[in-house]
């Protein structure tokens, strides 16, 4: 057989919706037979690989990831890079070709050395940063593919129904379709019962598609919304319309806000760091150049203004914080691997920053701050209440609708005597929750077997016409074919069925109008089980002699039972809800409850407290609705509970709180209509047993459906954004000492040159950079994050006390560094700028760097550096490893870092030095805390 259609003809006609080619190809049974698919029964098992074969199978290629070497060459085309390696270069050239200015000799055996050293140093910089991005992008990578679910698919092969993985459709596959999946592959529609699309993502449009024969073309990366038919696989993969796309632009991905704010810091301070260079050489050629004039003696050496000039670009390489995007990079690669064990799935990096300024969390109820196990303890038919008894933790329903009953507390000899209306509410609950496999529909199977009539479930889904049961219409329809007509099957939330019916059903299956009088009594049921803090359902049939077929025509219609569901609230909620108000975030509980068991389960909760009574915080969603957008985002502030929601009045909600322009919002949805909330929040929660729309649309995924997460995500947020500040502060200490130090020592110096050599500048480059960004970017957090409001959105990065910290430890490092190249040559016993006196400079200001890692641990005014060190443990061992280093380097590194061998007293004075840090943090510290509460007083004043 010769294949007539082309993967490329396929996606095009579905991807354009072009109605002619699908005319011109004999629309869905034309293609089906190009296809060699039969409609009735789809592929046969030997199709499906040749199949794939043809058309390729519903995966795309993984994206093609850079080489270490590919990273090497990245970080050696990097400007200071080049330069330091042409100076490199230039050096050991001229050391091994020029007279020592000060022998006259060229040095063949020592000549060579500096040279080679900032080759070595550079190399060892290069290297570090390429083995860091190679593996960020490995880190990244295996996050990406942890995110990506095995989808399960109904697919109908060889007249049976197969579940099958979504990578293993291939074209010609007959896709059975259900409400609230997302598209994975381009289709035409062959039966339909309701089928809308939200193609949103695709084409733009906002508005719903509803399928029929003006469209039945399904195109891969749009939701099926509502609805459920049949249809054929025309294009999978990279040959799909949202698969050619993906692979069209797949690029390296975006940086996140901070690390853009970073890129531009770190620019900023670039600059002042290339403006120190430039002074430093200035200075130190201005000197050189003034003694050639006015000494005699003095002789001329090119290799003397070329170790100025490496010098310089040493300077500059210290001085440009390359490790401030780096260190968000580690943080949040970090977090979102720490963030997966505490059940969060970071689908979009950027959520981890922006969940740290959250200000409101919009939650839904079911499954997120209650249990999502559910069962029926309430039951009111016939004007007859009946309990039935809680089932214990062990009992609650988890298994399948064909398990074993648990036992039932409930009167069952008062349930056999009234045998016609349980019956018929029986009956109406099985065939209003048809295909249904949610834990509402479950736990009404569960009541269904409690009643006794198990054995009236269909064994497959008998020929009637179903409105599946939608957040915002409240209610599922189910018409069923009966001998001389038809009967109208409804459930739903209890006040919008109860309004529409007629009548209501006796203890011996009689039917009565529904009087103003009882209907009262019905809802007063209605409230007493809402006061409860149970989910209520009504149950309704109309006659069985309509001859109507169609869902939206009844009449007289029977309300028949009352229904009140219990949800057991998760146990950490409680305490959890606390925790956000400590934090200064609003929750805010959007539930499609009525406002009676919204508010209940909203005070068991701790959103609302038994001492607040403000009923005009606690809102339906029509009301809500109706407002105009300006009385909207008045109230939305104050709003708790909204009650009777549906998805829109979550958009609704978000929007208003996305008035006021410091409100970061975080929402929970699990619901295909959940969607656009999702996407509209600044951070959109999908549970994990949501539908695949909602999690598309969500920014990280809760795995185990538990509000708590949302708080740990908020916990990791702030320390992401606090240790990324910690970062900030430990480099801009040392970043400014050292140029500072590079400048003046430059200006004392008789010799002319620099008390910090190339290698030495570089050998800080390495601390300040990549070993800081790791020990202070991976800083755990702690409860007491908790414990403060979120930060403004216009906060600036660095602040005040950042400030004071930079200040004061910069100042200290300098007089320190500045005192030992003034005196302390006469303290440490040595020659004045000699090896020895310059090594002795250099230790301190390196060890000055390891005591400054734990001042650099605490961002307030905490007075105890040591603090909480026991969750510190990646920057204890990082802090051992340098010391450990610096030990072998002053020792070992000879001729190689420009310094010699110091003796036990002189590292005891380097020692007592740094660590005057500390004590020099907490008398900071105390400043900035008394100008704070002088600030107070003088406000409250």
């Not at 509502?226 to 698969?243: I, K, R």
């Amino acid at each position: 057989m010769t294949f007539t259609l082309e993967a490329e003809s396929l996606r095009d006609m579905v991807g354009q919706k072009d109605h002619e080619v699908y005319s011109r190809l004999g629309g869905a049974a034309g293609i089906a037979k190009g296809l060699e698919v039969n409609l009735q029964t789809g592929l046969a098992s030997a199709e499906v690989e040749r199949q794939a074969v043809r058309y390729g199978k519903n995966i795309l290629p993984p994206a093609e990831r850079l080489t270490l070497w590919d990273f090497v060459k990245d970080a050696g085309s990097d400007r200071t890079m080049l330069i330091l390696i042409v100076a490199a270069v230039l050096s050991l050239v001229l050391g091994l070709t020029t007279p020592d200015p000060r022998t006259g000799l060229v040095e063949y055996s020592t000549g060579w050395i500096e040279g080679a050293a900032i080759l070595v140093s550079v190399t060892i910089v290069i290297m570090v940063t390429a083995v860091n991005d190679f593996k960020k992008q490995e880190k990244f990578a295996e996050l990406e593919h942890s995110s990506i679910e095995n989808k399960m698919e109904v697919v109908l092969r060889e007249g049976a129904k197969h579940y099958i993985s979504s990578e293993d459709i291939v074209v010609g596959d007959m896709l059975v379709l259900q409400s609230g999946t997302r598209i994975s592959v381009d289709a035409v529609l062959i039966s339909s019962q309701g089928v809308i699309c939200d193609e949103s993502d695709i084409t733009g449009e906002t508005d719903d598609i509803h399928k029929s024969g003006s469209d039945v073309f399904l195109i891969s990366g749009t939701s099926l919304t509502e609805g459920t038919g049949t249809a054929l696989v025309t294009a999978v993969g990279e040959s799909s319309f949202c698969g050619h796309i993906a692979m069209a632009t797949r690029a390296k991905k975006k940086p996140t806000p901070l690390q853009e704010k970073l890129e531009s810091l770190a620019d900023t301070i670039g600059k002042f760091g290339v403006a120190a260079a430039c002074i430093t050489f200035v200075i130190l050629a201005a000197k050189e150049t003034i003694l050639l004039w006015t000494l005699k003696d003095q002789r001329f050496s090119f290799m003397k203004y070329w170790e100025m000039l490496t010098t310089a670009v040493a300077i500059v390489v210290v001085a440009v914080p390359e490790g401030l995007p780096l260190s968000v990079t580690i943080s949040l690669a970090y977090s979102m691997q720490q963030m997966l064990d505490d059940k969060n799935l970071v689908r979009h990096l950027a959520a981890c920053e922006t969940m740290g300024g959250a200000t409101s969390i919009c939650s839904d109820k079911t499954g997120t701050l209650t249990t999502n196990e559910m069962a029926v303890i309430k039951l009111w038919t016939g004007g007859q209440h009946f309990d039935f008894a809680r089932p214990k933790e062990s009992d609650w329903l988890r298994v399948s609708i064909n398990s074993e009953p648990p036992a039932s507390v409930a009167d069952l000899s008062d349930i056999s005597t009234n045998k016609a209306i349980i019956k018929k509410v029986a009956e109406t609950i099985i065939y209003s929750s048809l295909d249904e496999n949610n834990r509402t529909a479950l736990a009404l199977m569960e009541l269904v077997r409690r009643l006794g009539y198990s054995d009236l479930i269909p064994a497959s889904t008998p020929e009637c016409k179903r409105d599946p049961f939608t957040s915002s219409k409240k209610q599922s329809k189910t018409r069923m074919k009966v001998k001389g007509g038809s009967v109208m099957y409804l459930k739903g939330a209890s006040e919008v069925i109860l309004a529409k019916c007629t009548h209501w059903m006796t203890q011996a299956g009689e039917r009565l109008p529904l009087t103003a009088e009882h209907r009262k009594s019905v809802e007063l049921v209605l409230h007493e089980y809402a006061s409860m803090g149970l989910r209520t359902l009504c149950v309704a049939n109309s006659p069985g002699s309509e001859r109507s077929y169609e869902l939206d025509v009844y009449t007289e219609l029977t309300c028949l039972a009352l229904i009140g569901i219990e949800e057991p609230i998760r146990p950490e909620v409680e305490e959890a809800i606390a925790q956000c108000k400590a934090a200064g975030i609003a929750v805010k509980m959007v539930t499609g409850d009525n406002l009676v068991s919204a508010v209940t389960v909203a005070r068991r909760c701790g959103i609302v407290t038994d001492e607040y009574n403000d009923s005009r915080d606690m809102l339906e969603g029509k009301e809500f609705r109706e407002m105009s957008s300006a009385a909207r985002a008045a109230r939305v502030k104050s709003t708790v509970v909204l009650a009777r929601a549906t998805p829109l009045d979550k958009q609704l909600l978000i929007e208003a709180l996305k008035e006021d322009p410091q409100q970061v919002v975080a929402v929970t949805g699990d619901g295909t209509n959940d969607g656009p909330a999702l996407k509209h929040a600044d951070v959109g929660f999908a549970m994990n047993s949501g539908t695949e729309v909602a999690k598309a649309a969500s920014d990280i995924i809760l795995t185990d459906d538990n509000f708590v997460g949302v708080v740990k995500a908020v916990m990791w947020g702030r320390n992401v954004n606090d240790n990324i500040r910690k970062f900030i502060q430990f480099q801009l200490t040392v970043n400014s000492a050292a140029c500072l130090i590079a400048i003046i020592g430059a200006c004392m110096s008789e010799s002319n040159l620099s008390p910090l050599k190339p290698v030495q500048l570089l050998w800080l480059n390495l601390i300040m950079d990549s070993l800081a960004a790791l020990g202070l970017a991976t800083e755990l957090p702690s409860a007491s994050l908790l414990n403060r409001d979120p930060l403004p959105k216009n906060t600036p990065i660095i602040n005040r006390s950042m400030w004071g910290f930079i200040i004061g430890q910069g100042l200290y490092q300098l007089k320190v560094c500045l005192f030992l190249l003034s005196y302390g040559h006469e303290w440490l016993g040595v020659e004045y700028f000699g090896d020895s006196h310059l090594t002795c400079v250099f230790n301190a200001f390196v060890l000055l760097q390891v005591a400054n890692f734990f001042n650099a641990r605490h961002l307030g005014l905490e007075l105890n550096v040591f603090s909480e060190i026991h969750r510190s443990h990646v920057l204890v061992f990082i802090a051992g490893v340098i010391t450990m280093m610096q030990v072998f380097i002053v020792n070992y590194g000879g001729v190689f870092f420009g310094v010699v061998p110091v003796s036990v007293d002189q590292w005891l004075k380097a020692i007592i030095l740094s660590a005057g840090s500390l004590p020099v943090s907490v008398m900071i510290k105390m400043f900035l805390k008394r100008k704070r509460e002088e600030t107070d007083r003088t406000f409250s004043h």
